[in-house]
């Protein structure tokens, strides 16, 4: 069934009552009533969408009721046709200055004034739209200022998580930027070496860490009540007190996903501090053992030569008392310097390997900065 709609009309001659009833019946439901007074006391509970309203009345005339109608913001939107029989220009301009929309001069033909009537019903539905679209745009353009203003926190929020470099210190920054929003939160951030957990309260609950345990297969974003807990691979946070209205579970994923960003690279930035550590470990244990081959490589050297130089003062003595011919001499002679140029080689290479492992020694001293 369609909605019938509601006029209200106003004179205070029942016989033009009965004639606006007569007209109009058929196409709208009629509030019919006989003084100014009378309209504006039943004018709340009858709600009409539109009102015929006569000119000369008692008490209140039409001119002065339709003023009071349009000075209470509960009924200024209800348009008014006078309907009268003062009918000069006079008339029509204080009906206009009255605040109202149009005017029918009696005696009325019933299609004109039930064309005033859908013409003035159109223009109050305008109006009403327009109105409607200027509160929804207000509506939307206050949301989008909130929601920018939620995202500049964000933002800024962010800065001061991305200069944390320990997982300790991000901790205690989502717990300050989350009470920024007006949250109470356990944090928790998980590493393979370690848990930390923190809560705004300054008290970790046994049973709070079990629900993050618990939850954590429950999906990225998991509401209970007034709590939500996010779910990330390296950090979960559980508000304890979320807001049924606005975006802010929107804006938190958002600062979600950038702390699981520098978490990762916190991480990464203390594996590969570990293995510098470590590769600086192992090339000072290098350094040391190189050091150490190069002290017995010189004494291995200098033992060899004195070795040497003893055989050849040995040999020349051995030779003189042996009582060889000279041709014998030189044959000895021959066969040591033939093997005396062999050593000379191998010390040569020896010099060689000596001047490398000085090479070595010394890049590992740069590397390693020790003096």
């Known amino acids: ?35 100014g007074d009378e309209c504006l006391t039943k004018l709340s509970e009858a709600a009409p969408c539109l009102i015929l309203m006569d000119v000369n009345m008692p008490n209140l005339n039409g001119y002065e009721t339709c003023q009071k109608i349009k000075s209470d913001p509960e009924t200024s939107n209800i348009p008014v046709i006078f309907v009268s029989a003062l009918n000069n220009l006079d008339e029509r301009i204080k009906g206009y200055e009255a605040g109202g929309e149009d005017f029918v001069s009696k005696p009325f033909e019933p299609k004109e004034l039930s064309a005033k ?3 003035t019903l159109k223009n109050r539905q305008a109006v009403l739209e327009k109105e409607q679209a200027a509160n929804d745009a207000m509506s939307v353009a206050m949301t989008a200022l909130g929601n920018a203003s939620e995202l500049g926190k964000v933002m800024q929020s962010l800065e001061r998580i991305y200069a944390c470099n320990t997982c300790e210190k991000l901790s205690l920054e989502i717990l300050d930027v989350t009470e920024s929003f007006g949250l109470h939160c356990l944090v928790q951030i998980r590493t393979k070496k370690d848990v930390v957990s923190v809560s705004s309260s300054g008290n970790v609950k046994p049973l709070e860490l079990d629900l993050l345990e618990k939850l954590r297969s429950k999906g990225r974003i998991y509401s209970f009540k007034s709590r939500t807990i996010f779910n990330y691979e390296m950090v979960s946070i559980l508000v304890k007190n979320m807001p049924e209205e606005g975006n802010l579970i929107d804006s938190l994923a ?36 190189l ?74 001293t740069k590397i390693l900065n020790i003096d």
């Open 254 to 289: 958002i600062l979600l996903n950038g702390i699981e960003s520098q978490l990762k690279f916190i991480t990464l930035e203390i594996t590969k501090k570990n293995q510098t550590l470590l590769i600086q470990k192992m090339l000072q244990h290098t350094h040391k053992a």
């Open 1 to 35: 069934m369609s909605h019938v709609i509601k006029l209200m009309a106003v004179d205070d001659n029942e016989l033009n009552l009965d004639i606006i009833d007569e007209a109009l019946s058929d196409q709208y439901s009629l509030e019919l009533v006989s003084s």
């Open 117 to 119: 009537i859908e013409v």
């Open 291 to 364: 050091e150490a081959l190069q002290t017995k490589f010189e004494e291995h050297k200098f033992n060899g030569a004195k070795i040497i130089k003893k055989l050849l003062e040995d040999f020349e003595m051995d030779l003189i008392s042996l009582g060889l011919d000279e041709d014998q001499e030189q044959y000895f002679l021959s066969v040591v310097d033939r093997e005396m140029a062999k050593v000379m080689a191998l010390y040569e290479f020896g010099e060689i390997m000596d001047h490398q492992f000085q090479e070595i020694l010394d890049n590992f």
